[in-house]
């Protein structure tokens, strides 16, 4: 080794001036790097840039992504997924190590997405957000219907028009970012947000909801597989139909919903049924029930007739009554006898044991109770026959009411052939013919004479017919 090259003889340099120069010359020597890895310790910081880890079985590498480049991503950088990192290869001085500045990321491949997807439905689905008691059935008619969805894309519109053409309702539209890093964010919040909506407010609460996008990859559609969205969606108090994609793709939303539609479309024929069938449904329900009606009005009209043919006649009702008033009628007398013979026993009984030796104070005592019965007994008594006249007197009114000795008091007369028939017609009587005429005093016989019946002219209807001595009349 010369003099010149010895350890001594180099250069002098500080920290930062050797530290510049590696920088130089990394920065040089690389310049844009594309790196495939695993994410590790990935962390995003309170001002918006994101750190991390690159690494592969046998090395690591640490990098860095601003706050513009994280942003735009279409997807959630986590630990363990693998991606692929373009950027510019730099040193960080101030920790003597080497690190990439990431200007793009993407997933290694579709595989490595769906793996991971794989991963985070295994492990919601254990927590049990995707449980079918979880589920919430859908309102057949709401009133109101909250979406959330990109107010600029095609969904909305095919949305509103679908709902138009079945059953216009009140729809609420919480505009969000379908895609991006973002994206995941606002569609949460707008889930919880409609839930967080009184009943009755000034913003009406929706009575079901629709999360809608149209299709694209799984990229563009990797919001709606974020834990954010997905517990939102499980946790929402309001039905909530997931309508992301076509109808070959599946997000974790999906299971997380009270109902999925395979296309936004499909969303809004689920949400409300169709106006005319339902107007025709109405018209025929009310049809069958006026058919009901009638049909049972002729049915109570028939058991109504049947039930009169079998009702008794009046003088059934009142026989069994009669006979009842007539035996108690005859056992009054008897019994109030017996009771108050019965109650002078006991009065005798009493007095010949006071008389037999109780002191003076019993004897006043039991006199005054004495005295009482009998007075209690008394009253019972007058009380027990004015009740009984009540209900004989309302009997004989009844009897005599529906007696035919009232009508024959009143002036009229019955007038019976020689078997006991009653005759209510001249017609059926002839001349010579033997008739008896009951009065109210009494019955007496007669023969019927002339070819017709007398003339019943007020002038002559105050004549008596003649009457023979055997009781013919002439």
Not at 86 to 93: H, I, N, R, W
Not at 100 to 109: F, I, R, T, W
Not at 173 to 184: D, K, M, R, S
Not at 288 to 315: C, D, H, N
Request: charged fraction near 25%; aromatic fraction near 4%.
């Amino acid at each position: 080794m010369s003099l010149s090259e010895a350890p001594g003889n180099l250069p002098e340099q500080s920290v930062s001036e050797l530290s510049t120069a590696l920088k130089r010359l990394v920065e040089g020597e690389f310049g844009f790097v594309r790196v495939r890895g695993e994410i590790s310790g990935f962390k995003r910081a309170a001002s918006g840039h994101c750190y991390l880890t690159l690494k592969d079985d046998r090395a690591v590498i640490d990098a860095v992504m601003w706050k513009g480049i994280a942003g735009g991503l279409r997807f959630k950088p986590e630990d363990g997924m693998e991606v692929v990192c373009s950027g510019k290869l730099t040193t960080y001085p101030a920790r003597s190590k080497y690190q990439l500045v990431v200007e793009s990321m993407a997933p290694a491949g579709i595989g490595a997405l769906l793996a991971q997807l794989e991963e985070r439905r295994k492990k919601l689905g254990a927590e049990g957000l995707f449980d079918p008691a979880r589920k919430q059935l859908i309102p057949y008619l709401p009133e109101v219907i909250g979406i959330v969805t990109s107010p600029t894309g095609a969904v909305i519109r095919d949305i509103l028009h679908r709902l138009a053409d079945r059953f216009p309702r009140h729809v609420l539209l919480w505009p969000v970012l379908v895609q991006g890093e973002q994206a995941a964010v606002q569609i949460a919040a707008a889930i919880e947000g409609f839930n967080r909506l009184a009943p009755g407010g000034a913003v009406p609460r929706p009575d079901v909801l629709i999360v809608a996008r149209g299709g694209g990859s799984i990229e563009d559609l990797w919001a709606f597989n974020e834990e954010i969205v997905v517990r939102a969606a499980a946790a929402s108090d309001i039905p909530l139909i997931s309508a992301v994609g076509h109808e070959t793709d599946t997000t974790l939303i999906d299971f997380a919903s009270d109902l999925r539609a395979p296309t936004p479309t499909a969303a809004a024929e689920m949400a409300v049924p169709v106006r005319s069938e339902l107007r025709a449904q109405v018209l025929d329900l009310e049809r069958r029930g006026i058919a009901g009606q009638g049909r049972l009005f002729e049915e109570k009209r028939a058991r109504l007739v049947s039930a009169a043919r079998g009702l008794p006649r009046l003088t059934e009702i009142l026989g069994l009554p009669r006979q009842r008033f007539d035996a108690a009628a005859e056992r009054l007398p008897r019994a109030l006898l017996a009771n108050i013979r019965a109650g002078e026993t006991r009065q005798t009984r009493i007095t010949a044991r006071l008389r037999a030796g109780l002191v003076h104070d019993h004897i006043q005592r039991g006199r005054r109770s004495l005295t009482e019965a009998t007075r209690r007994l008394q009253e019972s008594e007058r009380r027990l026959l004015r009740e009984h006249k009540v209900k004989l007197d309302g009997l004989g009114q009844m009897l005599r009411a529906l007696s035919h000795q009232g009508v024959l008091a009143r002036g009229f007369a019955l007038v019976r052939d020689a078997t006991g028939k009653p005759l209510h017609r001249a017609g059926d009587t002839a001349p010579g013919m033997a008739v008896e005429i009951e009065f109210h005093d009494g019955r007496r016989g007669a023969t019927i004479t002339g070819n017709k019946p007398a003339p019943s002219s007020a002038g002559k209807a105050s004549q008596k017919p003649a009457v023979d001595a055997q009781g013919r009349l002439f």
